[in-house]
């Protein structure tokens, strides 16, 4: 059970995808103009991985070295190809926001980093912890960037107006460069709140 | 003519693809220390995300579309490139050596560059035919290019200054990455 517990938490604080790793940064600046996009994309890659990560940690030792490229890609995309279609199915307005990116997550290179760097060499249950805490992490990461781009940048939080009446919002932090400097800012927040690395 | 250089203007600078779509951002970042790597990986996606329309549009319009298969578009479109990137690397280094050298490294990252698969997504929903497929493909990638070749630029300067340790690497990049696209901002009221 702890090390279980161990592994959950490796994804949460020590090697966060976004904050440590530096990983799939183009959903983190793409959608991450609202709190409720940075979930539900948050949610959508956490799916993928814990499945993709099990999945490919079952077949490790079937998959020949060689090809294991391509495995991984096809065993990512189905498990997108799910996710793209139950949030179309039940989820439309996410489905509009989060736009081509919900296919884009194939390429998100958290996963196919972790589905190298762990899945491939490790039994599934530890896999699909990993799967779980790496996308929690991730999901944690973007939420926060997201609720800042949205509370400074709009006034609201999960469309929720928070900010007083005659706050200005600034329209900088929802534009694209806006999601640069918050995420700029945010890792360099993070390279001194942290523990540091061993 | 009129929709050729809407794409034109529209993919190299307004909808830049590193500055305002955030596709391709990994490389983006990673490959962006020099000039010289960050020309040769613009280079390399610019061939791939030319074939690579290309071969999405026919594929689409001509497997998925024709045999009523669209729903696997993520895992026949991820499929192709990949199958792609790996023949492109190959022809490459048979028939211009000196070619392979200055893209060699940068080909396999490609695979995992969203902007590839990113613009063959981006031809479908945006209906293009093929000829303007193709033209947003080369049209994207050369806008990829100009935007890592300047951002290389900047941080080839960056590195030389006085950061303080918290803003040291990829925090202060980004940063100036975000100076940057409020300059391409500018260019939003062109179309």
């Known amino acids: 059970m702890k090390k279980y517990f161990k592994i959950f938490m490796n994804g949460i604080i ?40 099990l999945v490919i940690s079952l077949m490790r030792k079937a998959i020949p070295d060689q090809i294991r490229i391509p495995a991984f890609i096809v065993v990512i995309a189905t498990f997108v190809t799910i996710v793209q279609l139950i949030i179309k199915a039940f989820f ?39 799967g779980l805490g790496m996308g929690i992490g991730f999901t944690l990461a973007i939420t ?55 | 003519m009129n929709a050729v250089l809407t ?13 305002s779509r955030f596709y391709g951002i990994c490389p983006f970042l990673g490959v962006s220390k020099k000039l010289e790597t960050a020309f040769g990986m613009g280079m390399a996606v610019t061939f791939v995300m030319a074939i690579a329309s290309l071969v999405a549009y026919l594929v689409n319009q001509y497997l998925l579309i024709a045999f009523n298969l669209e729903y696997l578009q993520v895992i026949a479109f991820i499929l192709v490139i990949a199958v792609l990137v790996q023949i492109v690397e190959m022809i490459i280094r048979k028939i211009s050596p000196g070619l392979y050298q200055a893209l060699g490294v940068y080909l396999p990252l490609i695979t995992t560059n969203c902007a590839v698969l990113g613009v063959a997504q981006l031809n479908v929903t945006e209906g293009y035919n093929l000829v303007l497929s193709v033209l947003n493909g080369v049209a994207s990638a050369l806008g990829y290019t100009l935007a890592i070749c300047l951002f290389a630029g900047i941080r080839e300067r960056l590195s030389l200054g006085n950061l303080p340790k918290w ?5 202060g990049a980004m940063i100036a990455a975000g100076l940057m696209a409020v300059a391409f901002n500018g260019f939003s009221g062109l179309i």
């Open chain 1, 92 to 130: 439309p307005a996410l489905d509009e926001s989060l736009g081509v990116f919900i296919p884009l997550i194939v390429v998100n290179c958290i996963i196919f980093g972790r589905a190298e760097a762990f899945a491939f060499k490790n039994p599934p249950a530890d896999a699909a912890v990993d």
């Open chain 2, 167 to 171: 803003m040291e690497g990829f925090p």
């Open chain 1, 144 to 198: 926060l960037i997201s609720a800042i781009r949205e509370v400074f940048g709009v006034g609201t939080l999960f469309g929720v107006q928070v900010m007083p009446a005659g706050f200005p919002p600034m329209g900088i932090l929802i534009k694209p460069a806006g999601g640069f400097i918050v995420l700029g800012l945010t890792l360099a927040a993070m390279n001194c709140l942290l523990p540091k690395k061993a």
């Open chain 1, 14 to 53: 020590d090697e966060n995808p976004t904050f440590r790793m530096v990983l799939g940064m183009c959903p983190t600046l793409a959608i991450t103009t609202a709190a409720s996009n940075g979930i539900g994309m948050g949610l959508a890659v956490t799916f993928v991985l814990i499945f993709s990560n």
């Open chain 2, 7 to 19: 794409i034109l203007i529209g993919s190299i600078f307004v909808n830049n693809f590193a500055m």
